[in-house]
């Protein structure tokens, strides 16, 4: 079995400090718990940043910035969110791509999330892929749902997305697919045999579904955008404490864990 690549999701969209004191949110935050999350095993960093009041934001600058920072710290995979928060236009979640990352998320469809609705019309889609290809960047194609795994294969039909994908199960979002293990053995039997997957299990489902994930080949995410509790009521110290259990559990299994360019080449990266 193939090491196993460990993405750190660190802030997310939707958690504020209320809920997780330990959120990290300015640049330089952001790239030390990048730091932080490569000594303790993640080869990819998952990153939505927030402007200086701590609000979601998908403006270039902000995300160059981030960018550089952890660069100048380790060689983790930087993978900016084009998913942003429900509220951005398709022009501001594409911002980030035109830092021409090695890799970003790339959401085929729409889904309910929570009370909101986000939205990935077949325009969005295309044109997100598009650019992507365009840039040469890595699509790490998020599905929320087992129709948006049809949707990412009509992309590579229309020749904007390659293979093999690369995808990310998120399981247990309220509105979308729940996170028991008969849903990702679907989802995983539901993909190209080419390709690769990683789930990222939101909440209580985090820790189950990625020890299963482990054992059944594919990859796990874990981090505060995900998940804020280290056990069940207690608050997570920092978004390393979940990357270290997740190594350790692997290693205890027998899976030794991906370095970064150990995991550009599972991936498949330019």
């Given at each position: 079995?193939?090491?196993?690549?460990?993405?750190?999701?660190?802030?997310?969209?939707?958690?504020?400090?209320?809920?997780?004191?330990?959120?990290?949110?300015?640049?330089?935050?952001?790239?030390?718990?990048?730091?932080?999350?490569?000594?303790?095993g993640a080869?990819?960093?998952?990153?939505?940043?927030?402007?200086?009041?701590?609000?979601?934001?998908?403006?270039?600058?902000v995300?160059?910035e981030?960018?550089?920072?952890?660069?100048?710290k380790?060689?983790?995979?930087?993978?900016?969110?084009?998913?942003?928060?429900?509220?951005?236009?398709?022009?501001?979640?594409?911002?980030?791509?035109?830092?021409?990352?090695?890799?970003?998320?790339?959401?085929?469809?729409?889904?309910?999330?929570?009370?909101?609705?986000?939205?990935?019309?077949?325009?969005?889609?295309?044109k997100?892929?598009?650019?992507?290809?365009?840039?040469?960047?890595?699509?790490?194609?998020e599905?929320?749902?087992?129709?948006?795994?049809?949707?990412?294969?009509?992309?590579v039909?229309?020749?904007?997305?390659?293979?093999?994908?690369?995808?990310?199960?998120?399981?247990g979002?309220?509105?979308?697919?729940?996170?028991?293990?008969?849903?990702?053995?679907y989802m995983?039997?539901?993909?190209?045999?080419?390709?690769?997957?990683?789930?990222?299990?939101?909440?209580?489902?985090?820790?189950?579904?990625?020890?299963?994930a482990?054992?059944?080949?594919?990859?796990?995410?874990?981090?505060?955008?995900?998940?804020?509790?280290?056990?069940?009521?207690?608050?997570?110290?920092?978004?390393a404490?979940?990357?270290?259990?997740?190594?350790?559990?692997?290693?205890?299994?027998?899976?030794?864990?991906?370095?970064?360019?150990?995991?550009?080449?599972?991936l498949?990266?330019?």
């Amino acid at each position: 079995m193939e090491k196993l690549i460990i993405t750190a999701a660190l802030t997310g969209a939707e958690t504020t400090r209320d809920l997780q004191p330990n959120l990290p949110l300015t640049p330089d935050e952001l790239a030390e718990a990048a730091y932080e999350c490569y000594k303790a095993g993640a080869s990819i960093v998952h990153v939505h940043a927030r402007d200086k009041d701590g609000n979601p934001t998908q403006d270039y600058e902000v995300y160059k910035e981030i960018k550089e920072k952890i660069e100048a710290k380790c060689n983790i995979i930087f993978q900016p969110s084009t998913g942003g928060a429900v509220h951005h236009s398709p022009e501001e979640r594409l911002q980030p791509v035109e830092l021409s990352p090695e890799m970003a998320t790339l959401s085929t469809g729409t889904c309910n999330f929570g009370p909101d609705v986000f939205m990935n019309t077949q325009e969005y889609m295309d044109k997100f892929a598009s650019m992507m290809k365009e840039k040469g960047v890595k699509p790490e194609v998020e599905v929320f749902e087992r129709g948006m795994i049809n949707n990412a294969m009509r992309l590579v039909k229309k020749g904007l997305v390659e293979e093999p994908l690369h995808f990310d199960f998120v399981m247990g979002v309220p509105g979308a697919i729940t996170g028991e293990l008969r849903d990702l053995i679907y989802m995983k039997e539901s993909i190209p045999e080419n390709a690769t997957w990683t789930v990222a299990g939101i909440g209580r489902y985090e820790l189950p579904l990625g020890v299963a994930a482990i054992t059944l080949g594919g990859h796990v995410r874990v981090g505060f955008e995900d998940n804020i509790y280290y056990n069940k009521g207690e608050i997570a110290e920092s978004n390393a404490q979940l990357v270290e259990r997740i190594a350790r559990v692997s290693r205890e299994l027998g899976r030794e864990v991906a370095t970064p360019d150990e995991a550009r080449k599972i991936l498949n990266l330019k």
